[in-house]
């Protein structure tokens, strides 16, 4: 599975090292930011099977997205934090989304899943998100793949400027699990108005291989978001 990481310096070693007659590869998206995904051919072989993002809507092996694009002011302080990498940074957010959402008899608030987060409160939180019908959490880049929580509804997108082709099918596969009852879900990329952000989240967008998913991305500011939102309020 995710066999577009083969041609990385790493992978490739171990897969030249281990003898096999036959070797199957998978992979949602097998664009690499290098280029190197052409040496798939040579290291595992050719591509026997292929579908398009529409077709396997049609099938019903994933559900559909909208998407979100909403520009935001660089002064925004919970943006900040969202942007932040550190461990320190995302106990504040996690602080914060736990008042906001477990009081006043909101959505609860399940945890973090970060890189330096044990493995055993990773399945705790992944768990709490399967068993609960409503809840928040908070994924670092750690959450792009490898997780499998059908039931989110709702994925918002922060720091996308570090972020590959790939990573963005990545996200987006993370909520296009399908789960009972479930038929569409959205989500929000967050980009800084006057910021490269706001290029690269369009040139990715693009450059996404179904030319149905290319056109997608609705484009807002902060202030018609918020005026978007009432009204489905």
């Given at each position: 599975?995710?066999?577009?990481?083969?041609p990385?310096?790493?992978?490739?070693?171990?897969?030249?090292?281990?003898?096999a007659?036959?070797?199957?590869?998978?992979t949602a998206d097998?664009?690499?930011?290098?280029?190197r995904?052409?040496?798939?051919?040579?290291?595992v072989?050719p591509?026997l099977?292929?579908?398009?993002?529409?077709?396997?809507?049609?099938?019903?092996?994933?559900?559909g997205?909208?998407?979100?694009?909403v520009?935001v002011g660089?002064?925004?302080r919970l943006r900040?934090?969202?942007?932040?990498?550190?461990a320190?940074?995302?106990?504040?957010l996690?602080?914060?989304?736990?008042?906001?959402?477990?009081?006043?008899?909101?959505?609860?608030?399940?945890?973090?899943?970060?890189?330096?987060?044990p493995?055993?409160?990773?399945?705790r939180?992944?768990?709490?998100?399967?068993a609960?019908?409503?809840?928040?959490?908070?994924?670092?880049s750690?959450g792009?793949?490898?997780v499998?929580v059908?039931g989110v509804?709702?994925?918002?997108?922060?720091?996308?400027v570090?972020?590959s082709?790939?990573q963005d099918?990545q996200r987006r596969?993370r909520?296009?699990?399908?789960?009972?009852?479930?038929r569409?879900?959205?989500?929000?990329?967050?980009?800084?108005s006057g910021?490269?952000?706001?290029?690269?989240a369009?040139?990715?967008i693009?450059?996404?291989?179904?030319e149905e998913e290319?056109?997608?991305?609705?484009?807002q500011?902060?202030?018609?978001a918020?005026?978007a939102t009432s009204?489905?309020a």
């Open positions: 599975d995710e066999v577009q990481t083969v990385a310096s790493t992978h490739r070693a171990l897969v030249a090292a281990i003898a007659s036959v070797r199957l590869g998978l097998e664009r690499r930011c290098d280029g995904q052409s040496g798939l051919d040579s290291l072989g591509v099977y292929s579908m398009s993002s529409a077709r396997a809507r049609e099938l019903g092996v994933i559900v997205t909208s998407h979100r694009v520009e660089a002064s925004d900040a934090l969202l942007a932040a990498a550190d320190e940074a995302r106990r504040l996690a602080d914060l989304l736990r008042r906001l959402h477990a009081e006043g008899g909101g959505r609860p608030f399940v945890g973090v899943l970060a890189g330096d987060v493995r055993e409160e990773r399945r939180v992944c768990d709490a998100m399967r609960l019908p409503r809840c928040v959490s908070l994924f670092s750690a792009n793949a490898a499998d059908p509804e709702l994925l918002v997108e922060v720091s996308v570090e972020g082709a790939q099918t596969g909520a296009q699990r399908v789960a009972a009852g479930k569409c879900a959205e989500v929000v990329t967050l980009v800084t910021t490269r952000e706001v290029d690269f369009r040139e990715r693009a450059s996404r291989p179904d290319a056109a997608a991305g609705v484009w500011r902060e202030e018609e918020a005026s009204a489905d």
